[in-house]
């Protein structure tokens, strides 16, 4: 089979590819120089509208609605944008063997790709029922989400089980937004998950007594402390219920499971250092290997702000990490030198008419304020992570875009703080100062 060659490969297709794409273009890449090799059959998308409003029944995005970069405001890239730039697109390819020594990826098909320089951005993959072996996890209608087909065929389960009734198992991002896209489809949702509440990862109990609460407001039937051991089929092989560790039973058309994920590194095992489970890389998204770069979720970088290598599984650090890679590339090919990254952790959820966001650590002491009941009518409420007598994290729900930026700030600043009684009595206050 014939081999293709080019300057730069992008293996992967997702956020991170479509923003590197947009910057190679801004800093002049040339026709014919650039490949975007992935495994989806569609052009770079944000990824978060797969477990929003792909889902819903009413004002549902569709592609080509929201191709990169319409989610931080920026031109959207249809497929003719990538022709018009001599990129090349080579979509529904799998890479399954690289070899880095000899700059060579090869496809499921066979393909070779030869590349000079190589950026990595194949993102995570989910954990599966089934790789624990729990007991007919294989049963139809049983979904997981991370890519447009999953979607899509989330949704030909949503439409087939109209009314029916869910089970989400997991209590993180995924729980908690696809429990309220199959609420809002009108199905009577279950979410059952181990921890004792919900989002154990960025929340604290505070906090997620609010959401709980909501949810339950909503229908949604709250199960915590257990997990799901096994699930009971029909004839066709179709789930039926899901059996939980505590001896429960709950009768379920379909289940959305949702309990993490990992970093795809696999390809790339024992060829290139990784830690923390990603592939280690420098402030300019470099690994060991020369010439290979490693951006998104795959990449374990030093969070210059904390002093520490990081790994971050969200949106906005899979495009600016893109965008940084990019700039160095073409920096380190001109002779000259970009700052060093300098990220701000930034993550959000949205649901129901529900919007967070959290800039920051979450590390050391919490103080809650505002208005956390679930009953209340703005829910603006909102958390401070304090370490060393500093404000470190900062969370907020229902901000306007001026509050969110002021949270923002706080993280970034690290104010000091002398009593966290004022602390949470001033809440919202306290950052609009800074
Ligand atoms: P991403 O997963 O976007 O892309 C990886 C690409 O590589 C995929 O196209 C994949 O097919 C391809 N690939 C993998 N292996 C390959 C191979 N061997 N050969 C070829 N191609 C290969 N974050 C946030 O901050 N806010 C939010 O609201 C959400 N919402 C959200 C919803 C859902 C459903 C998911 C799954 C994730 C989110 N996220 C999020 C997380 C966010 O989407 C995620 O961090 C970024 O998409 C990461 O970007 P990457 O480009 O690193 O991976
Ligand atoms: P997650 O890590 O957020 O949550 C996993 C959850 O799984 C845990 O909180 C726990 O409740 C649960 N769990 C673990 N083992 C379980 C078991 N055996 N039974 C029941 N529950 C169990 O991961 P996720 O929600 O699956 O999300 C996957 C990826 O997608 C992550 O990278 C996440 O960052 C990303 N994502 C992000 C967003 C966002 O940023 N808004 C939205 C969706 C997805």
């Not at 447009?148 to 989330?154: F, G, K, P, R, V």
């Not at 959401?211 to 789930?239: D, L």
């Not at 729900?397 to 993280?411: D, F, H, L, R």
């Amino acid at each position: 089979m014939a081999e293709k060659s080019f300057k730069y490969v992008i293996v992967g297709g997702g956020v991170a590819a479509g923003y590197a794409a947009r910057e190679f273009a801004k800093q002049g890449v040339k026709p014919g120089e650039l490949a975007i090799i992935s495994k989806e059959a569609v052009a770079p998308y944000e990824r978060p509208a797969l477990s929003k409003a792909y889902l819903f029944p009413e004002g549902t995005a569709r592609l080509p609605g929201f191709h990169v970069c319409v989610g931080s405001g920026g031109e959207r890239l249809l497929p003719e944008w990538y022709t018009e730039k001599g990129i090349s697109l080579i979509l529904s390819t799998e890479i399954v063997k690289a070899d880095l020594a000899s700059k060579t990826l090869i496809s499921a098909a066979g393909e070779t790709f030869k590349y000079q320089i190589l950026i990595i951005a194949t993102g995570s993959t989910v954990f599966r029922l089934t790789d624990f072996g729990v007991q007919g996890a294989d049963a139809k209608n049983i979904f997981y989400l991370r890519e447009i087909d999953e979607a899509d065929e989330l949704v030909k389960g949503i439409k087939a089980k109209k009314n029916g009734k869910a089970v989400v198992v997991g209590g993180g991002y995924i729980g908690l937004e696809l429990s309220a896209a199959l609420r809002i489809n009108n199905f009577d949702v279950s979410m059952v998950f181990p921890e004792p509440w919900c989002m154990p990862r960025l929340f604290t109990a505070g906090i997620a007594a609010f959401y709980e609460g909501y949810y339950a407001n909503k229908g949604i039937n709250i199960i915590k402390g257990t997990v799901a051991v096994g699930f009971g089929t029909n004839g066709n092989g179709e789930v039926t219920d899901v059996k939980l560790k505590d001896g429960r039973v709950l009768e379920a058309d379909i289940v959305v499971v949702g309990v993490g994920g990992k970093p795809l590194t696999t390809l790339f095992k024992d060829q290139v250092d990784e830690e923390k489970g990603g592939i280690k890389t420098d402030a300019f998204f470099k690994t060991s290997v020369p010439d290979v770069y490693a951006v998104g979720d795959v990449a374990t970088f030093p969070l210059k702000l904390y002093g520490e290598t990081r790994r971050v599984e969200h949106v906005d650090h899979a495009r600016k990490s893109a965008e940084q890679a990019v700039k160095a590339i073409f920096a380190s090919e001109q002779g000259k030198s970009i700052s060093e990254y300098d990220y701000l952790p930034y993550f959000y959820s949205r649901s129901f008419d529900l919007s967070w966001q959290f800039y920051g650590d979450n590390v050391g002491e919490t103080v809650l304020f505002g208005d956390s009941s679930p009953e209340s009518p703005t829910h603006k409420f909102g958390s401070y992570w304090i370490k060393d007598g500093k404000v470190v994290g900062a969370f907020l729900e229902s901000g306007t875009p001026e509050e969110n930026q002021a949270i923002a700030k706080v993280a970034r600043v690290q104010p000091p703080v002398s009593s966290l009684d004022q602390l949470a009595t001033e809440g919202l206050t306290f950052a609009s100062k800074i």
